[in-house]
């Protein structure tokens, strides 16, 4: 499978996944430490990406997460950006600035 399209497929079930999380959301409301910072428990779960450890990459930072968010908040299509800027994330692509 070339690059392209084993992003588009990396894509796309990071989109099915973050739908599927944002839903169970409700089932994660404690706060958990990480790093010394307490983050909601769905924000750990959600940011865990098998998709970077099957390439041989380091965990996301929350810190990175949080830039990628910020960046596709306040758009109309965020719930497609968001996963986007993630994939993106999961295959190592420097997409924070």
Known sequence: ??????????LADMGCVFQRAAA?????????D???IKVPEWVLF???N???????LDPVSAE????VEQMACGHVDYSTKYPLYCAELAVGRNVVP
């Open 46 to 48: 959600e940011r865990e």
């Open 1 to 10: 499978m070339g690059e392209h399209q084993e992003f588009k497929a990396i």
């Open 64 to 67: 990175a997460v949080a830039k």
């Open 50 to 56: 098998v998709v970077r450890e099957e390439r041989g």
């Open 24 to 32: 169970e959301r409700k089932k994660r409301p404690d706060f958990k």
């Open 34 to 36: 990480d790093d010394g």
